[in-house]
């Protein structure tokens, strides 16, 4: 199983950008994916949760400008960011929890990290 995360970059304050993950491999079912972030000198925090019946979840730095999105027919996770703040910079990865056949756990897969960087 391999997650791939797409869409970082480089945007001024203010700005938006749309980042992408896509799990691939062996799948059978996939419970929650989320994004997550790690800025230098700190530790990784949840940015945005969603479930697979859609119900998302947001840290509060990030709501009203942040929205999570799933196509379970793709396996893939979207994050949609606006408004987006220097304080925002930050590796942002993916995250799903998913098991491969009907009769294994599930499990927590990460994908690589993606750079957003935020600035003028």
């Known amino acids: 199983v391999q997650l791939q995360a797409s869409g970082g970059g480089l945007v001024q304050p203010g700005g938006s950008l749309r980042l992408s993950c896509t799990a691939s491999?062996?799948?059978?079912?996939?419970?929650?994916m989320a994004w997550y972030r790690q800025a230098p000198g700190k530790e990784r925090e949840m940015v945005a949760t969603?479930?697979?019946?859609?119900?998302?979840n947001y840290a509060d730095s990030v709501k009203g400008r942040f929205t999570i999105s799933r196509d379970n027919a793709k396996n893939t996770v979207t994050l949609q960011m606006n408004s987006l703040k220097p304080e925002d910079t930050a590796i942002y990865f993916c995250?799903?929890?998913?098991?491969?056949?009907?009769?294994?756990?599930?499990?927590?897969?990460w994908g690589q990290g993606t750079l957003v960087t935020v600035s003028s």
């Open positions: 969603v479930t697979s019946g859609g119900i998302s």
């Open positions: 491999g062996r799948i059978s079912r996939i419970n929650a």
């Open positions: 995250n799903a929890v998913l098991s491969s056949t009907s009769f294994t756990p599930y499990r927590t897969y």
